[in-house]
């Protein structure tokens, strides 16, 4: 794959934002005017059909002339020391070699549920739906449940000061019943699999 020349990024140059996941990977062109994000363009792209990322950024930046100066990508799965391997895809997604490949200056990996996290604290009162409502605590922490090809999970934090994100692979803890049904299912499900994770019960392939 044919490498771009890295350069500087300069405040005009497009922001790339993505979301990968093992259906599916968005990715999204921005431009930022006056503090505010411009969406400029985004495409859906089915992620088995690839044989890894930099085949989607290249075909999604195939005609685009204006540069690139930073990107940011939710990954499905774990991140460390900018890298992540997306737990339903044989993907390794690094940030240094993206960088390498198409000369963006910045690029940042973090987890996908963490990135939704970061989203969720701009929403208004307008944006949410309540399904069962409580007698929530202003200023608590704060779960985030993400059921999709996997079951992904985070947490809000709050530190005295705002909410911090961070990432979580709670959906493949042990599942565990709390009566007979659910002893049943659990019962089933070890007919079929070795382990049996929350996410096996509750995401595309459990549901």
Not at 115 to 133: I, S, V
Request: hydrophobic share 40%; proline share 6%; aromatic share 8%.
């Amino acid at each position: 794959m044919e490498k771009r020349r890295r350069r500087t990024s300069h405040p005009v140059d497009l922001i790339l934002a993505g979301d990968l996941g093992g259906t599916k990977t968005h990715l999204a062109l921005f431009r930022e005017r006056k503090k505010e994000l411009i969406p400029i363009r985004e495409q859906l792209f089915p992620s088995q059909k690839y044989q890894n990322l930099e085949e989607i950024v290249l075909e999604f930046l195939a005609e685009e002339r204006a540069p690139v100066g930073r990107a940011c990508f939710g990954v499905a799965g774990p991140v460390i020391a900018g890298r992540g391997r997306i737990t339903n895809l044989p993907w390794m997604v690094d940030a240094v070699a993206l960088r390498g490949t198409f000369g963006i200056p910045s690029v940042r990996l973090l987890n996908d549920v963490e990135a939704t996290a970061y989203g969720a604290l701009a929403l208004t009162g307008e944006d949410l739906f309540t399904l069962h409502p409580g007698d929530p605590d202003l200023w608590g922490n704060q779960a985030l449940i993400a059921a999709g090809t996997g079951l992904g999970e985070a947490l809000l934090i709050w530190d005295g000061v705002r909410y911090l994100p961070l990432a979580s692979e709670g959906g493949h803890s042990d599942f565990a019943p709390r009566n007979g049904i659910e002893i049943e299912l659990l019962e089933y499900l070890l007919g079929q699999f070795p382990t049996v994770s929350y996410e096996r019960v509750l995401s595309g392939p459990g549901l």
